[in-house]
């Protein structure tokens, strides 16, 4: 699936703008706060119903509108023979009525709802893989955030794995609220928590495991300079066999196969049985998905804490690319890339080395950038750039 048209009106400090994508690279130049990075906000969230800027709703909103409008027109890639088809994804944000999302027409209020569109259908497989500079958080900040990329990687390429994470994080919040009211957890609690946590936990084990066996090959075909990377599991079960070589107390750990569903169900009663007491205490599950981490490192040295600067960089770009490949593998569908604030996060000779892959890829890409084009050296797409004219207080595009 390519964007062809993307339409935004009273969104960040977009007050209205239009614009029509390359097929392939597609270059947003301009000066900082010129609404940039918002152009690539925008198309992520008509992709996931997510802002990746973490903003609350109304931050989204121009200041002094209720409302703000996305629209998206999607579809496949046409040629001569074949003008192909078109999808249009709608999101509306309002401060007094929330966010509503549709797809061709039809209206969806539950992002769940939302993403299960592209399972089945590729006429509305419209997913967005974003790079951008707060991605180092993934290395640098806390499980949560890791967490989080994990689900959201996988909701978007496996429903099944969207329906479980919901049911267990439902089941979940019930849970905790008894411990914290100091109530009794009923066994048929323990059980769901169990049944949907295991499926979960077995999931990002099998993403983990698809992910290590191509993480290096891509590193060195970006970068050339990431020798012994390599993705870790920390999972917060307690195993008694040779199965997986962790132990309760350990940190991570490579994932030389996968545990049988029925090994994780088995470890994650026993290790609930286990923390029974401290849980009575804390008021709060504290095993399960919802502690489980993963850590990227170097040969055998963990990435947070020792790498350098340019080493996360290149780490974080392999995990975004083997993120697209795993992506389409799953899924039969081709992401948008979205990269932002290039001119920061990679020096002029990486840089110039990516475009030139990006350029021999079928991705549509967008990239935004404050270099001119001189440094990129040479590619086929299309620039728009964002600036002012004299006298205007706006910036806006000029394609």
């Given at each position: 699936m390519i964007?062809?048209n ?14 029509s ?11 900082n ?5 918002a ?8 992709s996931s ?7 609350k ?16 027109v ?20 309002g ?6 999302a ?9 992002s ?11 006429e ?6 974003v790079?951008?500079?707060?991605d180092?958080?993934l290395?640098?900040g ?11 990687v ?9 329906r ?17 009211a ?24 099998q993403w ?7 993480l ?21 079960y307690?195993?008694e ?30 290790t ?10 804390v008021?709060?599950t ?11 490192e ?19 770009l392999?995990?975004?690319?083997t ?13 948008i890339?979205?990269l ?21 890829t ?5 990239v ?10 040479p ?10 004219q ?9 394609s």
């Amino acid at each position: 699936m390519i964007v062809r048209n993307l339409s935004v009106s009273n969104f960040r400090n977009h007050e209205g703008s239009l614009l029509s994508f390359h097929d392939g690279l597609n270059f947003l130049r301009g000066p900082n706060g010129a609404g940039k990075t918002a152009i690539l906000e925008a198309l992520s969230l008509a992709s996931s119903l997510r802002s990746f800027r973490a903003a609350k709703l109304e931050d989204l909103i121009q200041t002094g509108s209720e409302t703000a409008k996305i629209e998206v027109v999607a579809g496949s890639q046409p040629h001569a023979a074949d003008p192909g088809w078109t999808a249009q994804f709608t999101v509306v944000l309002g401060k007094e009525t929330g966010r509503l999302a549709q797809i061709n027409g039809r209206t969806f209020r539950r992002s769940s709802e939302y993403l299960a569109q592209r399972f089945g259908s590729v006429e509305l497989g419209f997913h967005c893989v974003v790079i951008q500079p707060t991605d180092h958080d993934l290395i640098r900040g806390d499980p949560s955030g890791r967490r989080s990329y994990w689900d959201r990687v996988l909701s978007a390429e496996d429903l099944t794995y969207l329906r479980e994470l919901t049911r267990y994080q439902r089941v979940l919040m019930q849970r905790n609220a008894l411990l914290r009211a100091g109530q009794p957890v009923l066994r048929e609690f323990n059980d769901a928590l169990v049944t949907h946590g295991a499926r979960v936990t077995r999931c990002r084990m099998q993403w983990v495991f698809r992910a290590s066996r191509r993480l290096q090959d891509i590193g060195d075909e970006l970068v050339e300079d990431t020798v012994g990377l390599s993705i870790l599991y920390g999972t917060s079960y307690s195993f008694e066999n040779k199965e997986i070589e962790w132990k309760r107390g350990s940190h991570f750990t490579r994932l030389s196969d996968i545990p049988s569903l029925e090994t994780l169900e088995n470890a994650f009663h026993k290790t609930l049985e286990a923390s029974r007491g401290q849980e009575r205490v804390v008021g709060s599950t504290l095993t399960g998905p919802h502690r489980e981490d993963w850590s990227l490192e170097f040969g055998h040295f963990p990435l947070k804490g020792h790498g350098s600067q340019g080493e996360t960089r290149a780490a974080l770009l392999a995990l975004k690319w083997t993120e697209i490949e795993l992506f389409q593998e799953a899924t039969g569908h081709r992401p948008i890339l979205l990269l932002d604030d290039l001119s920061s996060e990679l020096d002029a000779s990486r840089r110039r080395r990516l475009l030139e892959l990006l350029g021999k890829t079928t991705l549509q890409v967008v990239v935004t950038t404050t270099e001119e084009e001189k440094d990129d050296g040479p590619h086929v797409g299309k620039t728009f750039r964002l600036g002012k004219q004299r006298g205007e207080s706006h910036f806006r595009i000029f394609s």
